[in-house]
Nanobody, 116 residues
Framework: QVQLVESGGGLVQAGGSLRLSCAAS????????MGWYRQAPGKQRELVAT???????NYADSVKGRFLISRENAKNTVYLQMNSLKFEDTAVYYC??????????WGQGTQVTVSS
């Protein structure tokens, strides 16, 4: 089992910044992928960004150049620095962990609201 605890969501004006954190605990594979997904009201959950334990990153086109994903492997923690936030970034953001190629876990979600 892996537990994911997210923090850092909130309300921000358009153009502002927020930083999300997600700490993983439990049976952590040394090789894993952690990342962030988001789900806006009435829409499907979508990829925001992922980062491999080796450092390889992947971003949705909609956030490239504005969001930065990073991680501290020693702390099993992943971060999402969100800059130049737009109204359309409003969503519940979920932390995701994939280990051993098949073990998938989700955080409880944290609300990000961007006011226009």
């Amino acid at each position: 089992q892996v537990q994911l605890v997210e923090s850092g969501g909130g309300l921000v004006q358009a153009g502002g910044s927020l930083r999300l954190s997600c700490a993983a605990s439990g049976s952590i594979f040394s090789i894993n992928v952690m990342g962030w997904y988001r789900q806006a009201p009435g829409k499907q959950r979508e990829l925001v960004a992922t980062i491999h334990s080796g450092g390889f990153t992947n971003y949705a086109d909609s956030v490239k150049g504005r969001f930065l994903i990073s991680r501290e492997n020693a702390k099993n923690t992943v971060y999402l620095q969100m800059n130049s936030l737009k109204f359309e970034d409003t969503a519940v953001y979920y932390c995701n962990y994939v280990g051993g190629g098949v073990w998938i876990y989700w955080g409880q979600g944290t609300q990000v609201t961007v006011s226009s």
